[in-house]
């Protein structure tokens, strides 16, 4: 089960309508387009055309499983006495003093750049649960961080 926003249950079911409406349409064209070229054994723009329509079709299954198995998150209901999902987190690290801020999202939406971090990635399975002031104590691939939580919101 995949715990996500509205906003993020919306975005996928955009990307799968335009996936199944505009693109799938697109790449079929392509396909009729080399087939009518010729020969198919050396047609490299019939074998490209082909693989792109396994990728999306692929990436279409992907979204659907994922949708099916969406569990929207009623932001209402949502609490902010310890980290949970959907939260906003302001981090600083203990050794160095950077601030940073997170909001720990579901995988399907994670965005680095927009400072939204996936459930699964280890810091936020460390920082799950934990309270306004506490230091969690997370392994990362360059080894440990501790991180004490300044402030948590929605």
């Known amino acids: 089960?995949?715990?996500?926003?509205?906003?993020?249950?919306?975005?996928?079911?955009?990307?799968?309508?335009?996936?199944?409406?505009?693109?799938?349409?697109?790449?079929?064209?392509a396909i009729a387009?080399?087939?009518?070229?010729?020969?198919?054994?050396?047609n490299a723009e019939y074998d490209a055309a082909k693989e792109a329509q396994g990728m999306l079709e692929m990436r279409i299954n992907k979204l659907k499983t994922?949708?099916?198995?969406?569990?929207?998150i009623d932001e209402s209901k949502l609490k902010t006495d310890s980290v949970q999902i959907l939260n906003k987190v302001e981090l600083k690290n203990v050794k160095n003093g950077m601030k940073m801020i997170y909001t720990i999202v579901s995988e399907s939406e994670a965005n680095l750049k927009e400072g939204k971090i996936s459930v699964n990635t280890p810091i936020a399975q460390g920082l799950l649960g934990k309270k306004v002031g506490e230091v969690a104590e997370i392994t990362v691939p360059q080894g440990k961080i501790a991180l004490e939580i300044v402030n948590i919101s929605i």
């Not at 906003?7 to 064209?29: D, F, H, N, Q, W």
């Not at 994922?66 to 929207?72: E, F, G, R, S």
Request: glycine share 4%; no cysteine; charged share 40%.
């Open 1 to 29: 089960m995949a715990y996500m926003s509205e906003e993020g249950y919306k975005k996928l079911m955009a990307e799968l309508k335009e996936l199944e409406t505009v693109e799938r349409p697109k790449i079929s064209a």
């Open 66 to 72: 994922v949708i099916a198995d969406a569990k929207i």
């Open 33 to 42: 387009e080399a087939r009518d070229k010729g020969d198919l054994s050396e």
